[in-house]
């Protein structure tokens, strides 16, 4: 189990290019994921000095914002920069948890309608002190099969990795 790590009480966190402290971190009512939901996140871990499968995590990242339709999604390097930045700033490089999230960025004003997205998207690179909470040897894994909506069986949508559901909730079309 997970418990807070006092480490983290003045963490520094990525939000759309600055650095800010903890009790500043903050995203705009206006952002899609505020108003629905709308962003894509990936769960990183920083084992000694080194991020596991960051270029794989990057590329789920950025190819499940472009599933969604998502503008203005920022390049890897970038991405990167924003990472490396955040652990560095913090001094972490073991024993971290970095959760990622693209958001499809601030509204002009509220509403679902995408359109209404005009500033690009959100980047967020939130790092704690987090040890593993597995063994080195590992964990068995037995998860059931994802029964994707009628007609929705071969959508790139159903790998994506998202905070709203929507897309499972969508009706078939005839």
Excluded at 13 to 40: C, K, P, W
Aim: glycine content about 6%; aromatic content about 6%; charged content about 25%.
């Amino acid at each position: 189990m997970q418990i807070h790590d006092p480490r983290n009480t003045n963490i520094l966190i990525h939000v759309n290019g600055e650095l800010v402290t903890r009790e500043n971190a903050r995203i705009s009512v206006f952002d899609s994921v505020v108003q629905g939901g709308d962003a894509v996140w990936e769960g990183l871990r920083v084992y000694k000095g080194r991020i596991a499968a960051l270029g794989d995590h990057l590329e789920r990242l950025r190819n499940s914002a472009k599933a969604l339709a998502f503008e203005s999604i920022p390049d890897t390097d970038d991405i990167r920069l924003a990472i490396f930045e955040t652990l560095e700033a913090n001094g972490m490089s073991d024993e971290t948890h970095i959760r990622l999230t693209l958001t499809r960025g601030e509204k002009v004003t509220s509403g679902m309608n995408p359109r209404l997205n005009q500033s690009g998207c959100s980047l967020i690179v939130l790092a704690e002190w987090k040890p593993p909470v597995y063994s080195d040897e590992g964990i068995f894994c037995n998860s059931p099969q994802h029964a994707a909506m009628p007609g929705f069986e071969n959508s790139p949508q159903q790998s994506v990795k998202q905070y709203s559901c929507c897309n499972r909730c969508q009706r078939r079309r005839r």
